[in-house]
């Protein structure tokens, strides 16, 4: 066995398709004639006591469909890159020091970081001050500028899918109109392309300013088309004026939690039409479980190119599916801290206007 070793962590909220990624670094890294090592409970575990354990080819089966992170993962503690709304944090020197004592003292050559903004802006602090990293980029919410899709957006899209296709029976038979709030903090695209793939009638994105008498418009305009049910589709940040909605518990180390504008949304719709109205709140349902098969391969190949970047010592760059449906790299500090947003003049959003799917504009 090699004595080179790739240290393997996952960063942020979890998401499906974090195992897929392990297991591709680790056949690709052995047949490489790399040594795997998962750090435990995100970057956290490179702190003393060091929560490492080696991973073998032979540990990873099944996993290119389990869901989480064998691994375990945080998005708030001592590495959080972001507290509040969305406020910038270092992390504190003497914290990376011990993690690079601890990196060091495990005989590391390189470290995968798998993670979202958040994470990814820990790896792009660690490449500067001297850690040879590789990222891969991760999160539902689709929303990083530098890769054309993010693993976990599909398997989100799925299932917030489904949860339209069994709002549409219920809907219908008791004329009722149906609110169901996905994720999506900064951007829309699991409202945008769950509303196209689920048939929702009205689209609300925290790209585009929306407002009730809109929506009541397209209700109305579906009632007069013998149409008595509506189904409506809105992604957490959406708001309906500066602050988004929040179910926050006032942890400082974290992101604020969003959570609330379905509810919101659904009661002024009742009583600015008067029909019946319920919220459906799919919150984590959409990070859990199987990934995809379009996940599936796009975990493989970011895994795959992560441990090829590793034997090529490619370091401070992320993995990245490119505009040409190639997998490619980026530096993390082009990765880092640019939102991917879904544009309202685009194809995606022309697309629903021309089906006469309204965005609460
Ligand atoms: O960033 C991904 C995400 O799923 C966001 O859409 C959501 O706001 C957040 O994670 C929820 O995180 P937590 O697991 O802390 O509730």
Known sequence: MSNRKIGIVTGGGDCPGLNAVIRAIVKAGDLSGFQSIGIHGGLDGLLTPVQASPLMVKDMDGLLIRGGTILGTANSGRFAAKAGSGRKRKVPQETLDQAKRNFDSLGLSALIIIGGDGSLSTAQQMFEMGFPVVGVPKTIDNDLDATQMT????????????????????????????????????????????????????????????????????????????KHFTIVIVAEGASLGKEKITADDGAPDRE????????????????????????????????????????????????????????????????????????????????????????PKGELVMTARALGISFGD
């Open 151 to 226: 693993f976990g957006f599909d398997t989100a899209v799925a299932c917030a899918v489904d949860a339209l296709d069994r709002l549409h029976s219920t809907a219908s038979s008791h004329n009722r109109v149906m609110v169901l709030e996905v994720m999506g903090r900064y951007a829309g695209w699991i409202a945008a392309y769950a509303g196209l793939g689920g048939g929702a009638d009205v689209i609300l994105i925290p790209e585009i300013e929306f407002n009730f008498p809109a929506i009541h418009k397209k209700i109305t305009e579906r009632e007069v088309q013998g």
């Open 256 to 343: 604020i939690r969003l959570g609330g504008i379905g509810h919101e949304v659904a009661a002024r719709i009742e009583a600015m039409t008067g029909k019946e109205t319920r919220c459906v709140v799919l919150g984590h349902l959409q990070r859990g479980g199987q990934p995809t098969q379009w996940d599936r391969q796009l975990c493989t190949r970011f895994g795959v190119r992560a441990a090829r970047m590793v034997a090529k010592e490619e370091f401070g760059k992320m993995v990245a599916l490119l505009p040409n449906g190639m997998m490619g790299a980026v530096t993390l500090k082009e990765a880092v801290n640019k939102i991917r947003s879904v544009d």
